[in-house]
């Protein structure tokens, strides 16, 4: 989650401005936020910058590390959240519906504690992923498998509306930019294989893996490489 609180910290300000932030002439408070399944709690740090958040997590450990932080963080579930309707003004979640069996149970739990706005600030959609060559692109069906294998959801990304509308809602979606060129490609390299390992059964692909390490290496260093995955959002006003 800190690599990609860095890579999608201008685009969610902007999103905040955009929508949330827009109601703030209106209203004789200051905004509050409530992060669900928020982590060590990195984006928190950046909607900070802008409203009053707290913070919901159902692991110990991160609430402990929030906490040990400043952090106003609560250990509880997004299915079961402990305050009552209409308690904030805006209610988000980040890279967290793709892990859940029953996403529109969280959002509507969400939608119940907001006065305004719901937000899913960013779902991936893995089977929308792009890799060149074509040496490259077995990866993506690894990727696809490695996160069903862990009891994810790699296509959650085109389903947010689906899932919003079975909250009664209508959201604002949008695709967060997603596209590095030559040179961060080559910084993130060893970041992005520790991830690749850490999601592909090393077990059963580790011969598929190196020889797509060896092409992602020759193509990386010719500066052909290319890879994008979609990474989307959800905004709904109640």
Known sequence: ML???????????????????????????PLTALDVGCG?????????????????????????????????????????????????DFVYCTFLLLWLRKPAQVVSEMRRVSRNWVGCLAEPDFGGRLSFPDSVKALDRLVVDGIKNEGGDPFVGRKLRAIFAECDMAPQMGIHPGVWDITRLRQETENEWRWIEMTVDPSTNADELQTIRRSWDKALGDGTLFQFNPIFYALAKK
């Open 40 to 88: 060590p709690g990195y984006v928190m740090d950046i909607i900070g910058q802008e409203m009053q958040v707290k913070g919901v997590d159902i692991d110990p450990q991160v609430v402990r590390e929030c906490a040990s932080r400043g952090l106003d963080v609560s250990i509880a579930s997004g299915e079961h959240l402990p305050y009552d309707d209409e308690s904030f």
């Open 3 to 29: 690599r990609q609180s860095t890579w999608l910290k201008d685009s969610w300000l902007w999103l905040l401005k955009r929508y949330v932030l827009s109601d703030r002439k209106t209203l004789n408070h």
